[in-house]
């Protein structure tokens, strides 16, 4: 069972950038007027005319067509627009270069290369207050933060869409560019500090080619160190947020670094730094936040509180429906951009959980040798299983221990931040609100993706902390705090059946998977303690069914498993003992899969691994079990033959170990009475 670890691109975070950028909240507002083909065409051929100001307007009614819809985004490259808007990047008028740069959204980094000197050089005459040379300049001065926005837009957007575009990207040597953004984030506005500091983000997570940069310019790092430590604004919140994520990302080569005395573990004092400003961007009240979210929608009317600078709904005069429509983006985008900021904090917040746990998948290792046709190794590695099973447990037991030393735990500051800090935060986050899952007559609906991806982005943090605790050889977190993780449970199981009550969507499935996940890790931390209540069992056999997820189904599986072992509950044992027994004949017909099979005989084999077990004897002997998964074998080593080791290494490699502890627990449960 693996912890969930996020990667941080492509992640269709809210995009914090200008608000030109569409909010999405027409849709809650007016239905618009279609645009037609002869509307666009001759805009599109403004954009060739000798007239400096007819192409500037045509550039700019094309930034905005573009937020139109993707009916109207086909239309405009049916029309060639893109190759046009190349050109006029290279238009000797500022403004209409300006305006296309805003309005391209393309692999253009050779253009991008060539324009950024240009816009460097001019942000630093501005920082450095210069004086202007002529009228030409004094216009670049003007238009440069705008400018230098749409250029970090593309950068990112290019950033995002794959390794290989990634990787043309670091050719271009943006990283000082981006860098002069955050450490004059005092002198710059903030909404462009925040795009310099979302693509930087994005280029250092997972690029390994980029750390040489900050190896060899350790003021970066110290920069990043003090964004994190000295900006105390509210409305720099993201930008410390961010300054925490880059810092992560780069960890490898911070540890070449002078920031930490001699025998220190880098890791863990960064995550010492970071914690306090992860905890503090958790404080908003996303409850609140939607309510207000729903009255400016329905009123038409925001207003901007003078005190405190808050843009929130109140009644005011009647407003114009375009000045309705900028005020809800306004207001829309400023939300948006708050949960992206939760999102990017619970991220972290996992990954602190999963750091040093990393799994090699074993692609490299994989060859023509691995065991494939060799049946008689899968018997021969069942033929001593007392002594293959006491020694797995032996090495387990000694190889946690050896890991982990209980009491440095529990006086690490980073664990007692996340027990008495975050966790509260999380069941916060994690629970509903009006706009998470709504019905088709949506009233904002990209704040109701930001807000279920928020919630799922809690989930999944709850999830990794409980595995954590779980690893921990005494499980102390379970015992002493067994009364919050029992409601845990339940309120686990309430939050599943508010959200699969729900429209279906795609993001509700994702969020009921990881409700699952957190059950299955609750479940194996408190063991005995599971607090059971009769529809429990039948909920998820129940989701089992309704689902065509595999993924879901293995973590289904899985979350039964605990509840199993539980003594004093024969009769739950037997039903979930003959529902373990279904799946696995159901890989006779292929209705069952490979990865769902391999969780249920994993389960099978902790669940009925002692005839001790009050429920050994009249479910497992008296239910015949022994004898179906002896007749069992033949079909689950088709069934691991059948997986490709080379497109799906770890399945097969999981598969392989399943089919020799099958023939292994067969013959120990043979003997086991005797």
Not at 87 to 104: F, I, K, Y
Not at 583 to 592: D, F, I, K, R, Y
Request: net charge negative; glycine share 4%; hydrophobic share 40%.
């Amino acid at each position: 069972m693996g912890k969930q670890k996020t990667q941080r691109r492509n992640k269709h975070r809210t995009n914090p950038l200008n608000a030109r950028v569409n909010a999405g909240v027409q849709q809650g507002v007016s239905e618009q007027n279609a645009v037609q083909p002869e509307q666009v065409l001759p805009v599109v051929q403004k954009l060739s005319s000798p007239d400096a100001t007819e192409r500037a307007w045509a550039a700019a009614c094309i930034s905005n067509l573009i937020m139109a819809g993707q009916a109207v985004r086909k239309l405009l490259l049916s029309k060639g627009v893109i190759p046009l808007l190349l050109e006029r990047l290279t238009d000797s008028n500022q403004e209409v270069m300006e305006e296309s740069l805003g309005a391209l959204r393309r692999d253009i980094l050779t253009i991008l290369a060539n324009l950024l000197p240009k816009i460097s050089q001019t942000i630093d005459l501005v920082l450095k207050k210069a004086p202007a040379v002529d009228d030409e300049d004094i216009g670049r001065r003007r238009t440069i933060w705008d400018q230098a926005e749409n250029f970090i837009y593309i950068i990112w957007s290019i950033s995002e869409a794959s390794d290989k575009h990634i990787r043309a990207v670091n050719r271009l040597n943006v990283i000082a560019f981006l860098i002069s953004f955050l450490s004059a984030a005092d002198q710059i506005p903030n909404r462009v500090v925040v795009a310099a500091g979302q693509c930087l983000n994005t280029l250092t997570d997972n690029n390994k080619d980029i750390y040489i940069e900050f190896q060899n310019n350790s003021q970066y790092i110290k920069m990043l160190y003090d964004i994190v430590d000295k900006f105390k604004d509210p409305n720099m919140i993201l930008v410390r947020v961010l300054a925490c994520a880059i810092l992560v990302n780069i960890r490898e080569a911070i540890q070449f670094t002078e920031f930490w005395d001699e025998g220190d573990d880098g890791a863990s004092e960064l995550n010492k730094m970071i914690l306090p400003v992860l905890v503090e961007s958790l404080n908003y009240d996303i409850q609140e936040a939607v309510r207000q979210v729903i009255h400016a929608v329905e009123s038409g009317n925001v207003a901007k509180h003078e005190e405190t600078g808050e843009v929130t709904p109140r009644p005011k005069q009647p407003l114009s429906k375009e000045e309705v429509i900028t005020n809800l983006q306004l207001y829309i985008q400023s939300v948006e951009e708050r949960l992206s900021t939760l999102q990017l904090s619970l991220e972290l917040l996992a990954d602190i959980c999963v750091q040093d746990d990393a799994e090699d998948d074993g692609w490299e290792d994989a060859d023509e040798n691995m065991v494939d046709e060799d049946e008689e190794g899968w018997e021969e590695e069942g033929n001593n299983a007392e002594e293959n099973i006491a020694e797995t447990a032996d090495l387990e037991q000694s190889t946690t221990s050896a890991a982990v030393n209980e009491q440095l735990i529990r006086s690490n500051p980073v664990v007692h931040a996340f027990i008495y800090q975050v966790m509260p935060q999380l069941i916060r986050l994690a629970t509903l609100t009006p706009l998470s899952f709504p019905s088709e007559n949506m009233l904002a609906p990209t704040v109701s993706d930001a807000i279920a991806l928020t919630h799922q982005r809690a989930l999944e943090c709850f999830n990794n902390f409980l595995l954590a605790m779980a690893e921990i050889p005494s499980k102390f977190w379970f015992k002493e705090f067994k009364a919050d993780a029992c409601q845990g449970w339940r309120w686990l199981f309430d939050l599943a059946n508010q959200v699969g009550a729900s429209p279906a969507s795609p993001a509700r499935e994702d969020v009921l998977e990881v409700i699952v996940t957190c059950l299955w890790s609750l479940g194996r931390g408190l063991q005995q303690d599971i607090p059971v209540e009769p529809s429990d069992v039948a909920s998820l056999f129940g989701a089992y069914h309704a689902t065509s997820s595999d993924s879901m189904r293995v973590k289904i599986v899985g979350c039964l498993g605990p509840i199993a072992m539980r003594q004093g509950a024969i009769e739950v044992n037997k039903e979930i003992g003959v529902f373990f027994m279904q799946v696995l004949n159901n890989t006779v017909s292929g209705q069952t899969s490979p990865a769902v099979a391999v969780e249920a005989l994993n389960c099978m084999y902790d669940v009925y691994a002692d005839c001790n077990f009050d429920y050994d004897e009249p479910v497992f002997i008296q239910g015949g079990f022994l004898v179906q998964l002896k007749k069992l074998v033949p079909t689950i080593r088709a069934m691991v033959k059948s997986v490709d080791k080379r497109r799906n290494f770890d399945l097969r490699s999981r598969s392989d170990e399943a089919l020799i502890n099958l023939v292994a627990f067969n013959k120990y449960k043979e003997t086991e009475r005797a």
